[in-house]
């Protein structure tokens, strides 16, 4: 949950002194905002249900719905993790672990890999879309592509990615990264690419995302949310072992 109110802070300094308490009141009454309706949060904010709606798409939402709809999933997950939250001993870790390669390597379609495999082979650069934690997955796989003789990366910056998918084209492959599906600045880039006609290909930790629906190809790896206290120990190295394979297949078509 406080990763996700940290990315709705983020938009602070493109909103409107009228937008900003509408977001400052979200911040601050997550619980109240997942069951409250339009017209009762007019009443409760004195503004109009069309600022509150101008908010949310201000902050990356289609609307007051939409925002909503992905608050309620995340206070589900945060529920859920509570439950997961520092399991006692090294050996409920290594279950854990054991248990996300195992369901990842069940759920791999050999044809979806070939696809992908072609996607790479067909295009003449390959950018890596990723941040946060998600950030060296990619930079691991760039690099073993850059050593296969593709012409590709992984960048760091936000401003820069974003420049990098307004300059793609369709004769290029963005692949995006990223755990939850969600992540404001990838769904960002998704859409630029989406628009601009690039082949794209998603890797993410959760079946049910907007991004998913965003791109023309999807892996799911299998990861657990692992909490100690606030610090995220969840695996990342399920989207890894699925890149490895896509870049395997690749060279095996090579």
């Not at 990315?7 to 977001?23: F, N, T």
């Not at 911040?27 to 997942?34: G, Q, W």
């Not at 791109?215 to 909490?227: E, K, N, Q, R």
């Not at 610090?231 to 890149?243: G, I, T």
Request: charge should be neutral.
């Amino acid at each position: 949950m406080e990763v996700f109110l940290k990315r709705l802070s983020q938009h602070r300094d493109k909103l409107s002194q009228l937008e900003k308490q509408v977001m400052e009141y979200i911040l601050e009454n997550p619980e109240r905002i997942a069951h409250s309706n339009l017209k009762d949060l007019s009443r409760e904010l004195f503004v109009s249900t069309a600022t509150i709606s101008r908010t949310c798409k201000q902050l990356g939402y289609d609307g007051f719905q939409d925002l909503k709809y992905t608050l309620s999933k995340y206070m589900t997950r945060e529920r859920e993790e509570e439950m997961t939250t520092s399991p006692n001993g090294l050996s409920s870790h290594i279950h854990r672990v054991k248990k996300e390669l195992e369901l990842t390597l069940q759920q791999i379609d050999e044809k979806q890999m070939m696809k992908a495999a072609q996607y790479i082979k067909e295009s003449n650069y390959v950018e890596f879309f990723g941040v946060g934690a998600s950030l060296p997955v990619c930079v691991d796989a760039a690099r073993k592509l850059t050593f296969s003789g593709k012409i590709c990366n992984a960048r760091e910056d936000w401003d820069e990615l974003r420049s990098v998918a307004n300059s793609m084209g369709e004769n290029d492959l963005a692949i995006l990264v990223s755990y939850s599906g969600e992540t404001l600045h990838i769904l960002e880039f998704s859409n630029i690419l989406k628009e601009r006609k690039v082949k794209t290909i998603a890797l993410v930790g959760r079946k049910n995302s907007r991004l998913k629906e965003e791109v023309d190809l999807t892996f799911h790896a299998y990861i657990t949310s692992c909490y100690d206290g606030e610090l995220d120990m969840s695996s990342r190295f399920p989207l890894a072992v699925l890149l490895d394979f896509i870049i395997l297949t690749y060279l095996n078509k090579l």
